[in-house]
């Protein structure tokens, strides 16, 4: 059973991410009427045709849920506490580094009327990446480890891929998750 804290500490830092989320995205695209920069130079997107890839971008969230799932029936109580506390801390300094890192959007969508529709400014680090890395790595049991391990390194490719995210944010979630995981 997760413990009362451990949810309200989860709750509360879910609500600041994404608050703070909709304020930089506000930030960067309605008070800023010009168009961002051209994203930055990307060997995956570069070699990769965002067409093929894009058409999956709607399995990353189930995928992303299956993981801490898994995680949550194969570790014990205390240790998904100690889970869901550090994803709330990591989610914390997420958002202190994409504050303080404002990357141009590796993809931007325009409305038919030319207006700028969504741009992604939250990118350094992948929370998707930091997410699965925690929480798969977690897990004690070999075969569903590996199961964890291989659905996150799938979300992770697929954020790439579909170019929600630079390769280099992905990396540095996953690395930061992997090491707040081998660290409680």
Do not use: Q
Not at 51 to 60: A, D, L, M
Not at 68 to 75: D, G, R
Not at 117 to 123: E, K, V
């Amino acid at each position: 059973m997760v413990s009362f804290y451990a949810l309200s500490v989860t709750a509360i830092s879910g609500i600041i991410s994404y608050s703070s989320s909709f304020l930089l995205d506000y930030r960067c695209t309605v008070a800023h009427a010009p168009p961002p920069p051209p994203p930055l130079a990307d060997i995956v997107h570069r070699t990769t045709d965002l067409n093929t890839w894009k058409k999956f971008s709607g399995v990353i969230d189930p995928l992303l849920f299956l993981v801490v799932f898994l995680s949550w029936m194969y570790t014990n109580a205390s240790r998904f506490d100690e889970l869901l506390i550090m994803f709330s801390i990591l989610h914390i300094f997420r958002i202190l580094c994409f504050w303080s890192t404002l990357l141009p959007p590796p993809r931007v969508t325009y409305l038919s009327l030319g207006m700028l529709h969504r741009t992604n400014y939250d990118l350094m680090f992948s929370g998707h990446a930091m997410t699965v890395a925690l929480f798969a790595s977690a897990v004690s049991k070999p075969l569903p480890r590996f199961l964890c391990m291989l659905l996150g390194a799938t979300t992770s490719g697929l954020l790439v891929l579909g170019r929600h995210h630079y390769t280099v944010d992905v990396l540095v979630g996953g690395l930061i998750g992997w090491l707040a995981s081998s660290g409680i």
